[in-house]
């Protein structure tokens, strides 16, 4: 029987999915460096914007991103607790390589480049120093992925093996299957994000 408002249960009705992210930037200036960032970054439309509001999206979502000035904000300290970065997940190697070599064509570069195991990921930082994940899922299935983050491997190393994204162009450029180019190489521990 569901759940009652007066007996509502001790588990939490999960949502449906992650709906937004919202970003708060200080001044006019950043204001429009952040929004034309996220308009290239992730080729995304504004479905309302003003001159202190935008939102953003890509997909049948009203909006993914919104960025907002918020008067009295200071800027992000990299030493402050609070959200490490948002993913943006790609259905193939290809098109996560692809959506690099166009970033790189508009000038936004990687800072980090990592197999993680369980995904293959570029990181970015967008202009007010706010860090983003693309990302593609290196197995097929959630039991794969479940065995491997419970196994031996991602226990010696949880953080992944960092790559270059100009070398795994020339893999894919070669013909060499994803399968084989998102199974992680072992390169023994580690276990900090440096």
Request: hydrophobic share 35%; proline share 6%.
């Amino acid at each position: 029987m569901p759940a009652s408002f007066d007996d509502c249960g001790d588990v939490v009705t999960r949502p449906k999915y992650l709906a937004h992210v919202v970003l708060k930037t200080p001044t006019p200036a950043t204001f429009k460096a952040m929004v034309d960032f996220y308009k290239i970054f992730l080729n995304a439309k504004a479905s309302y914007e003003n001159e202190y509001l935008s939102f953003l999206t890509y997909d049948k979502e009203h909006h993914r991103i919104a960025i907002a000035i918020f008067p009295g904000t200071v800027e992000r300290s990299v030493a402050s607790a609070g959200l490490a970065h948002v993913a943006f997940a790609f259905d193939s190697l290809r098109d996560l390589a692809l959506a690099y070599r166009q970033r790189k064509k508009h000038g936004i570069l990687p800072f980090w480049s990592v197999n993680h195991g369980p995904t293959t990921s570029i990181y970015y930082k967008d202009p007010d120093g706010n860090e983003i994940e693309t990302q593609v899922d290196n197995f097929d299935t959630n039991e794969e992925v479940d065995k491997f983050m419970t196994g031996p491997a991602f226990a010696n190393n949880p953080i992944g093996v960092d790559f270059d994204p100009e070398d795994l162009i020339k893999r894919l450029k070669s013909g060499e299957a994803e399968a084989d180019i998102k199974k992680r190489p072992e390169s023994g521990r580690r276990t900090l994000l440096t």
